[in-house]
C-alpha cells in the first residue's frame, strides 16, 4: 500500500505514524513545484492526503481529480498530527485496544508529537 502525502515541508511526524499505523509505503510531494500538477499518482496508491496549507488551488484540484477518477480516498488536513490521526480513524477504523500500542510506547521518541 502507498500513501501519498502532497504539500508541507516538514511531514516527518505525518510520515512516521502513517508507517506504525498502516505499514504503508509513503511519497511525498512537496508541491513547490510546477511538475507535480502534471506528475501521475503512484501506482499502488491507496490514500491520498493533502496538507492544505502548503499547497496552490490548481495542484489541489488536479489532485482531486485523479483521485476521484481513480477511486482513491482522499484527505485534507493542516500541519496537526492530531487531525491527521482522527481523520485516519474515520477512513480507516480500528481496534481501540490497538489504537495506537506502538506509537505511544513509553519508551517511543515521538510520542510527544501524538
Known amino acids: 500500500m502507498t500513501v501519498l502525502i502532497v504539500g508541507g515541508d516538514y511531514v516527518t511526524s505525518f510520515k512516521y505514524f502513517i ?7 509513503i511519497e511525498h510531494w512537496s ?4 511538475g507535480h500538477n502534471k506528475r501521475q499518482l503512484p ?5 491520498v492526503i493533502v496538507i492544505c ?10 489532485i482531486k481529480a485523479k483521485a476521484n477518477r481513480n477511486g482513491i480516498p482522499l484527505l485534507y488536513c493542516h ?5 491527521l490521526k482522527r481523520k485516519l480513524t474515520d477512513v480507516y477504523p480500528v481496534d481501540q ?3 495506537c500500542e506502538k506509537y505511544c510506547s513509553d519508551n ?7
Open 19 to 25: 508507517a506504525t499505523q498502516h505499514d504503508a509505503r
Open 31 to 34: 508541491g513547490r513545484t510546477k
Open 43 to 47: 501506482h499502488e496508491t491507496k490514500l
Open 53 to 62: 496549507d502548503f499547497i496552490n488551488h490548481n495542484l489541489a484540484n488536479s
Open 79 to 83: 500541519r496537526s498530527i492530531n487531525e
Open 97 to 99: 485496544k490497538s489504537c
Open 108 to 114: 517511543n521518541q515521538s510520542r510527544k508529537l501524538h
